[in-house]
């Protein structure tokens, strides 16, 4: 900066930027802290391989909310902490490409400072990393004008985990719940996105919250990549020209860019009009617009997609099972696409029905795994959901708005650069190549879910036939045999063919003490069945084409094969008792079987 | 039991008798029974009438539906034979609240369980009547030069239709054969579809002054009317005109007198007339009349050309007006001739139209 620019405090930063940093109202403030510090704790955690388990309390303290979030991740070692907790703009990620929850170093000190400028409270912050023996507290302030930490206290404690943190900020702010946009919904959705992470919330009035772990696999930590020419900005080019190790522009390409090589370095600065031999740290704005320009007019390989780290399509529907019960669920994780330099994928969740009894579709919108909870309404994710014809798929749906069904859509957009629309990061910019992408995904799961539904619809037909044929066609064999004064007429038959089952008869009779057994089998299926039949017998047992075994008591065993619409009979001759009440048919489905019983091994 | 009824009763019992072998020998029970719509009626050249062709349809226990029309047929013979074993009779209404106590063949509404009788009389080739099923829609009145002779249940009586009546006239019996026609000095029968028409007829004398025997059809004709109607023509060789409003419901309903219904054709060789003739409202009327008309509606059009694919009204006069009707979009009522006076339906549209007929 030079002389003549006043130099503004971090204090007048905040205040002019404090939509930008979540904190434009008070409802939002408290949403906002909770939210630095939750997503703080699932990297530290996601980066040491460690099962988060995550405690947050809200309290009320005097007309203001203290905060308490809690971890078991890593730590951070004492002489980090000041500058973590106590100095905007720290971040040792700044300059890193990769899919992460926050990326500007910003967050959890604006916090920080958040809390110190609504009440005047410092922050408290505990940490213990494996290698402490005792967890450090320090409490701090953020001296306003260096943009330094101020510490007022510090000391150790016990902490009775491996490792870990814990953070206390009193703010002031508005506590709501009971609806989407409330710390509640936040936790919730996180969980749902984090399913290996345990989450505890007590509210303010006592009530606590528990948001189980639904697996036990740690998410990849994503790679960091280095840019792609096509990917970055002015501004980022022009700080990674001043920061760089290497000594000459040619190098500099090469070794800070991916899919930059040897010809195509030469080939870029052909075009920007540049020997390769400047010094990277003293090139001006002018000569990175050169650069910018040249990579601009440059084909490259797409970016490598493997740094991308998605939930997955088995865990999605897990967690999506274990959240909200529905009867059905599905998730697609779509592979990686590229727009503008930045690689992308998208992930689509469905859950219908069961617990959930919404009349409208709960759309959950997350960016890098954080919930966006705001701004619905504009952003790509729910121009997508709107705009695919959900009719189609079964749902009902007014033209271009979000589905009326009982049923949940989780959409997950990962990158290395999510394209929010503005500034304060709560919803997704229209780049067609991730609406198509997300439209896909949400047709696919779409399709599976029409093919669930018209299943359903035909089991629930079936069985509304069977229980209506069930019930009219003995009323009119009564009816029949009542007006003709007959015997009652036999009728498990017709039912069995009306509804295509696979039919078994047995009809004994019975001579000069023996008895002489009929089964018939009549297949009534549109397949051919290859069956086995049973019959357990105690006494002595002749039978044709069987197989008899065991002593004392018989099984009895016919091997057969009946087409459709065909009858088959067999018959043996017993001295003695028939044990099963039916036959026993191994081979054919239970609901497609009539008058026997299916063999049970167990 | 007469004997008819016998055979009757024997006719309801094979339909459940068949039913039972299908059954017992293990077949999904199913009924066949000629299909009830105008795709499926064909002229007869002997009788000149429009009776069933060969289609038939199948009730099937395969469907619910299906299987529910053979339950609720099961249970109505077993109610008919009861009835005709006991000599009780009850009216199609009472069938329908009788089905009340029968749980699953329950029958929806009034309509459901008329068309179950219907069936049964196509089924059997016998009548609800030899059923002991009545109608209870009371029949048309006459007045007109003719002397009948009924069986009442207080004895017979004589009654002339024109001196023995007042001005609503003779009410023709649910059962018209059981009534005879002792003489008469008509030269025609002119069945008239509104009640305000009919009445006009007469209070201008028009029974007398043409010697024309009034029937008044009170909109779709009972059955009864159309067999009166019938009789006159075929036993007592009158002629036979009809006069309705100019719209397709009153085509339809001489089309029931004339051809036959569809309903009920079945029964076309008993209860329709042949030679009747249609009087009007023609629409070449409404257009010669210049008569005060509405404009058609969508159901008016739907109807008119439903009656250009009715094979009944197969003929250049129908095809001819019906078409005319579309393209002056419009329909008018009987009524509308008082347009030119009370008198001037019977003074000068009706002997114009009836001289135009030959018929005076």
């Keep these: 900066m030079s002389g003549k620019h006043r130099e503004i405090s971090v204090a007048e930063f905040f205040e002019k930027n404090k939509h930008i940093l979540g904190y434009s109202n008070p409802a939002k403030a408290i949403i906002t802290v909770v939210k630095e510090a939750v997503d703080n704790a699932l990297d530290a955690c996601e980066e040491a391989g460690i099962l988060p388990d995550i405690f947050v309390r809200i309290s009320k303290v005097d007309d203001h909310f203290k905060i308490v979030v809690e971890d078991n991740g890593p730590g951070i070692p004492r002489e980090q902490i000041p500058k973590v907790f106590g100095k905007l703009l720290y971040g040792s990620r700044f300059h890193e490409i990769r899919q992460s929850r926050g990326q500007q170093g910003i967050g959890i000190s604006a916090a920080v400072l958040y809390a110190q400028l609504t009440t005047g409270k410092p922050a408290t912050v505990i940490s213990k990393t494996p290698d402490e023996d005792r967890a450090k507290k320090v409490v701090l302030y953020i001296n306003t004008k260096k943009n330094e930490p101020e510490i007022v206290e510090e000391g150790e404690e016990e902490w009775y985990l491996p490792s870990g943190t814990k953070i206390e900020l009193e703010v002031a702010g508005n506590y709501v719940r009971e609806r989407k946009q409330s710390v509640y919904e936040y936790l919730r959705e996180t969980s749902v996105i984090n399913p290996h992470a345990k989450i505890t919330f007590v509210e303010p009035d006592g009530t606590i919250n528990e948001f189980k772990r639904v697996t036990d696999d740690i998410p990849q930590p994503p790679k960091s990549i280095k840019p792609h020419p096509h990917g970055i900005e002015l501004g980022t080019l022009m700080s990674m020209l001043k920061s760089t190790r290497a000594t000459t522009l040619r190098r500099f390409l090469k070794e800070e860019f991916v899919r930059v090589g040897e010809k195509i370095a030469d080939d870029v600065l052909r075009k920007a009009g540049f020997s390769g031999d400047e010094t990277p740290q003293e090139m001006g704005r002018d000569d990175a617009a050169k650069l910018l320009n040249a990579f601009r007019q440059t084909d490259f390989l797409p970016p490598p997609t493997d740094c991308l780290s998605p939930i997955g399509e088995a865990m999605i529907a897990k967690s999506l099972m274990a959240e909200f019960q529905p009867e059905f669920v599905y998730a697609v994780t779509r592979k990686p696409k590229v727009y503008s330099g930045h690689p992308f994928l998208v992930e689509v969740g469905l859950a219908y029905g069961g617990e959930i009894k919404s009349e409208k579709v709960t759309l959950l919108r997350y960016a890098n795994k954080i919930p966006l909870l705001y701004q619905q309404g504009g952003c790509a994710l729910t121009k997508a959901v709107e705009s695919v014809n959900w009719k189609s798929y079964g749902m009902v749906q007014n033209r271009g708005e979000l589905p009326s069904a009982p049923a949940v859509i989780l959409i997950h957009l990962a990158s290395t650069n999510i394209p929010y629309t503005s500034e304060s990061k709560e919803s997704v910019a229209a780049i067609p190549e991730i609406i198509d992408e997300t439209r896909l995904a949400l047709q696919e799961v779409g399709r599976r879910l029409k093919e669930y539904l018209e299943r359903k619809s035909r089991q629930q037909k079936k069985k509304k036939k069977e229980e209506m044929i069930g019930k009219v066609l003995p009323l009119i064999a009564k009816k029949v045999c009542e007006i003709l004064e007959k015997e009652p007429l036999e009728i498990d038959r017709i039912v069995a063919r009306i509804m295509g089952y696979l039919h078994v008869e047995r009809i004994v009779e019975e001579r000069d003490g023996v008895k002489v057994v009929t089964i018939r089998v009549s297949n009534f299926t549109r397949s051919k069945k290859s069956i086995k039949l049973y019959e357990m017998c105690s006494g002595n047992v002749e039978a044709d084409g069987a197989k008899v075994s065991g002593s004392g008591y018989s099984t009895v065993t016919w091997s057969l094969e009946v087409k459709p619409d065909e009858e088959v009979e067999v018959s043996y001759r017993l001295k003695g008792r028939i044990i099963n009440k039916n036959p026993l048919v191994e081979g054919v489905e239970e609901d497609l079987l009539s008058g026997a019983e299916v063999m049970n091994f167990a | ?360």
């Design chain 2, 1 to 360: 039991m007469k004997e008819i009824e016998r055979r009757c009763l024997r006719a309801l019992i094979g339909i459940v008798q068949n039913i039972y072998d299908q059954m017992k020998a293990g077949q999904v029970p199913e009924l066949h029974i000629a299909t009830r719509t105008k795709y499926n009626i064909e002229f007869n050249e002997e009788s000149e009438v429009w009776v069933y062709g060969d289609r038939k349809s199948v009730r099937s226990a395969k469907t619910v539906k299906g299987a529910y029309r053979i339950l609720k047929m099961t249970y109505v013979i077993g109610f008919l034979k009861e009835q005709l074993n006991l000599n009780k009779s009850s009216t199609l209404r009472e069938l329908y609240y009788i089905s009340e106590g029968w749980g699953a063949a329950k029958f929806e509404e009034q309509p459901e369980s008329d068309r179950l009788v219907e069936d049964l009389e196509i089924l059997t080739n016998f009548q609800r009547e030899h059923f002991h099923i009545r109608p209870e829609e009371d029949g048309a009145t006459v007045i007109g030069p003719l002397r009948v002779r009924e069986e009442t249940r207080r004895g017979v009586r004589e009654i002339h239709c024109q001196d023995d009546v007042g001005e609503g006239g003779y009410q023709i019996p649910v059962n018209v054969d059981k009534i005879e026609f002792v003489d008469h000095d008509a030269k025609f029968v002119i069945a008239i579809e509104t009640g305000g028409m009919r009445d006009r007829l007469v209070e201008n004398g028009f029974d007398e002054k043409y010697d024309a025997i009034i029937v008044h059809l009170k909109g779709q004709p009972a059955r009864s009317t159309r067999r009166l109607l019938r009789r006159l023509n075929t036993e007592l060789n009158l002629p036979v005109v009809v006069f309705t409003d100019g719209d397709p419901w009153s085509y339809r309903i001489f089309a029931s007198v004339a051809y036959g219904s569809i309903k009920s054709a079945h029964l076309s060789e008993y209860l329709a007339t042949p030679a009747a003739q249609f009087v009007g409202i023609r629409p070449t009327d409404i257009v010669k009349y210049d008569l005060p008309a509405d404009k058609l509606t969508e159901e008016d059009i739907k109807a008119l050309n439903a009656i250009l694919t009715d094979p009944r009204f197969d003929s250049e006069f129908w095809k001819k007006e019906v078409n005319l009707q579309l393209e002056i979009n419009k329909k008018s009522e009987q009524q509308a001739l008082a347009k030119y006076g009370l008198d001037y339906v019977t003074d000068v549209y009706l002997p114009e139209r009836l001289s135009e007929l030959g018929v005076i």
